[in-house]
């Protein structure tokens, strides 16, 4: 069974260890793996996920940029998001010599390294997730004449 797989085939008596930290609590309830846990505790966050799909199809991007790209993110929720990527070590702001003076924002290795993970989610998605399925969110790109 491969290290990350969130479920098993354990038997219903079995208690959570640290060797089998997804053995059910009780009565067919599972204990979600830690790791998968982290990952959704920073990526699950709104506007998150978006911002990294930004970065990893556009490269480095000044602040005003990842702003435009990602309609109805305030300029708060923008920085805080990328304060929280930075401290996970997934993003890397760069302060360019100004004048003007500007910051970008570009992936780290780590940050590159879920490229393919959010390129399968959107696939994913594609083919298994209606847009009907969602209240709401960003529709189809306007067409530009671009």
């Known amino acids: 069974m491969a290290e990350h797989e969130a479920v098993t085939d354990a038997v219903t008596e079995a208690v959570p260890t640290a060797a089998n930290p997804c053995a059910p609590l009780e009565q067919g309830c599972f ?29 480095p991007a000044y602040f005003s940029e990842l702003r435009r790209a990602v309609p109805g993110i ?15 070590g997934l993003v ?9 003076l500007r910051v970008s924002y570009r992936l780290t290795e780590a940050g ?20 009907s399925a969602l209240k709401s969110g960003c529709g189809p790109a ?4 671009c």
């Open 74 to 88: 305030s300029e708060r929720m923008l920085s805080d998001r990328l304060t929280e990527l930075t401290e996970a």
């Open 31 to 59: 204990n979600v793996e830690l790791a998968l846990n982290r990952v959704f505790t920073l990526l699950g966050k709104r506007w998150t996920g978006l911002l990294m799909g930004v970065l990893t199809h556009g490269g």
């Open 112 to 131: 590159l390294a879920l490229k393919p993970a959010l390129t399968e989610l959107a696939v994913w998605a594609d083919r298994h997730l209606p847009e």
């Open 92 to 100: 890397l702001r760069e302060v360019d010599p100004g004048p003007p």
């Open 142 to 145: 306007p067409k530009t004449g």
